[in-house]
Nanobody, 121 residues
Framework: QVHLAESGGGLVQAGGSLRLSCAAS????????MGWYRQAQGKQRELVAT???????NYADSVKGRFTISRDSAKNTVYLQMNSLKPEDTAVYYC???????????????WGQGTQVTVSS
C-alpha cells in the first residue's frame, strides 16, 4: 500500500526556518505532481506549493519568496524549505502526491497524515 510519511514540523519563532520532508513508499510506478497544503485551525485547507515531475514549481502568493519546494525523484521525496516564517504560517501541513502504481492505471491522489507547524510571535 502506498504511504506518505511527513517529517520536519515543529515550533519556531517568527523569522525562523523549518524544512518539511515527505517520502512516498510502497508499490510506486511513478509520481506526477507533488505538493504541500496547509490547514489552519477553523479554516479550509489551502495550497502552499506544488512541483511537477520535471521540477517546475508553483507557489501560493502568500509564500512566494519565502518558501521553496523541491523533490528528489530517486527517493520519491518532496521537500518544503520555509524561511522567514510568520505567525500566520501556523497550520497543519499536508503532503500530497499523484501516484501511479501501474503503467496502465491512472494516477491517484495520496495524502500524508499532516505535520504541525507553529510559528510564535
Amino acid at each position: 500500500q502506498v504511504h506518505l510519511a511527513e517529517s520536519g514540523g515543529g515550533l519556531v519563532q517568527a523569522g525562523g526556518s523549518l524544512r518539511l520532508s515527505c517520502a512516498a513508499s510502497g508499490p510506486i510506478f511513478g509520481i506526477n505532481l507533488m505538493g504541500w497544503y496547509r490547514q489552519a485551525q477553523g479554516k479550509q485547507r489551502e495550497l502552499v506549493a506544488t512541483i511537477t515531475s520535471d521540477s517546475s514549481p508553483n507557489y501560493a502568493d502568500s509564500v512566494k519568496g519565502r518558501f521553496t519546494i523541491s523533490r528528489d525523484s530517486a527517493k520519491n521525496t518532496v521537500y518544503l524549505q520555509m524561511n522567514s516564517l510568520k505567525p500566520e504560517d501556523t497550520a497543519v501541513y499536508y503532503c500530497n502526491a499523484g501516484i501511479k502504481i501501474s503503467p496502465i492505471l491512472r494516477a491517484v491522489d495520496y495524502w500524508g497524515q499532516g505535520t504541525q507547524v507553529t510559528v510564535s510571535s
